[in-house]
T-cell receptor, first 113, second 116 residues
Framework: KAGVTQTPRYLIKTRGQQVTLSCSPI?????VSWYQQTPGQGLQFLFE???????NKGNFPGRFSGRQFSNSRSEMNVSTLELGDSALYLC????????????FGSGTRLTVV | KNQVEQSPQSLIILEGKNCTLQ??????????LRWYKQDTGRGPVSLTI?????NTKSNGRYTATLDADTKQSSLHITASQLSDSASYIC???????????????FGGGTRVLVKP
């Protein structure tokens, strides 16, 4: 059974650009959540999707957005990149929302220069 | 405010020795607590999950304890191996229905380095 797949693994962008990250959840998992991880702030919740609907949102500016497709795959977009957006972006999937187990992907390492 | 504090921030242990990591939380109402292991540059992998009624849970050489009264958890690593070198993250979930975010509060992690 394939795990959570995130693409690309590494990305380098310049300030002001935008970026789209992709996440394919475990087959059958309908909930996808996104997290930003930095050395200074640790893991921070971005948003969670279930059945193509955003269910929860963390405290990030509107430059961070996401969506989920009918096949449960999800994308995350960051517009007008800032140096501080450099981080490891993690996606996690679970069968449904609620107190269920989350399986994380290996992440996308974004570097903004 | 829900918080999860982990200690120590980092530690170095010799291969074969035991160590214990601490996690104190203020999350309320409490739903469950998970310990994750995260290798450098990889995503976190779940080690254990504990609910309110569980005191101890083991996963191989990893044993987690939970004291819901004092809101403390520990992760004990027995007979450490070089592959145990990683960050260990404590994550607490709230039962609060109207909580912001996805009800998860993350600890800052403990970085463990096992030396031969």
């Amino acid at each position: 059974k394939a795990g959570v797949t995130q693409t690309p693994r590494y990305l380098i962008k310049t300030r002001g650009q935008q970026v789209t990250l992709s996440c394919s959840p475990i087959s059958g998992h309908r909930s996808v959540s996104w997290y930003q991880q930095t050395p200074g702030q640790g893991l921070q919740f971005l948003f969670e999707y279930f059945s193509e609907t955003q269910r929860n949102k963390g405290n990030f500016p509107g430059r961070f957005s996401g969506r989920q497709f009918s096949n449960s795959r999800s994308e995350m977009n960051v517009s007008t990149l800032e140096l501080g957006d450099s981080a490891l972006y993690l996606c996690a999937s679970s069968p449904k929302t609620g107190p269920y187990g989350y399986t994380f992907g290996s992440g996308t390492r974004l570097t903004v220069v | 405010k829900n918080q999860v504090e982990q200690s120590p921030q980092s530690l170095i242990i010799l291969e074969g020795k035991n160590c214990t990591l601490q996690c104190n939380y203020t999350v309320s109402p409490f739903s469950n607590l998970r310990w994750y292991k995260q290798d450098t540059g990889r995503g976190p992998v779940s080690l254990t999950i504990m609910t309110f009624s569980e005191n101890t849970k083991s996963n191989g050489r990893y044993t987690a304890t939970l004291d819901a009264d004092t809101k403390q958890s520990s992760l004990h690593i027995t007979a450490s191996q070089l592959s145990d070198s990683a960050s260990y993250i404590c994550v607490v979930r709230s039962r609060e229905i109207k909580a912001a975010g996805n009800k998860l509060t993350f600890g800052g992690g403990t970085r463990v380095l096992v030396k031969p």
